[in-house]
C-alpha cells in the first residue's frame, strides 16, 4: 500500500493529504511570522494548524494539507526551507480512491 501511495503521488495533479512537521527555534526573528505568511499563500491547501511549545526556546508545528502533490510539495519544502527551521519532514498519503 505504501508502495501504491507514493506511485499515485507523484503526479503533480494527484490529490493527497499530508502533513508537514516542523520544529523550529522561536526566538530567530520573524520565523513565526514567516511561516504563518507562508501558509496563507497557501490557504487552499492548508486545513489545521496545530502549534506546541515544546520548551522555552522551541516549537512544534504539524500542520495538515490537502491538494494537488505538486503544490502540497512545493508548500512543504518552503516552509522546510526556511531560515531557521531545524528540522521537518512531509508525509503524504492519499483517501485510497485514487488507488487501483
Known amino acids: 500500500r505504501a508502495e501504491l501511495v507514493q506511485e ?11 502533513t508537514v ?7 530567530v526573528r520573524m520565523l513565526g511570522e514567516k511561516l504563518n505568511s ?8 492548508v486545513l489545521s494548524t496545530l502549534h506546541v511549545h515544546l ?11 490537502r491538494g494537488r ?7 512543504a519544502g518552503t516552509l522546510i526551507g526556511a ?6 519532514r512531509l508525509t503524504i498519503t492519499t483517501s ?4 487501483p
Open 69 to 75: 502533490s505538486a503544490e502540497v510539495k512545493q508548500l
Open 55 to 65: 520548551d522555552h526556546d522551541n516549537c512544534l508545528e504539524v500542520i495538515v494539507l
Open 8 to 18: 499515485t503521488s507523484e503526479a503533480p495533479d494527484a490529490k493527497v493529504v499530508g
Open 21 to 27: 512537521t516542523l520544529v523550529y527555534n522561536h526566538h
Open 38 to 45: 507562508i501558509q496563507h499563500d497557501f490557504h487552499h491547501v
Open 83 to 88: 531560515r531557521g527551521v531545524k528540522h521537518g
Open 96 to 99: 485510497g480512491s485514487d488507488l
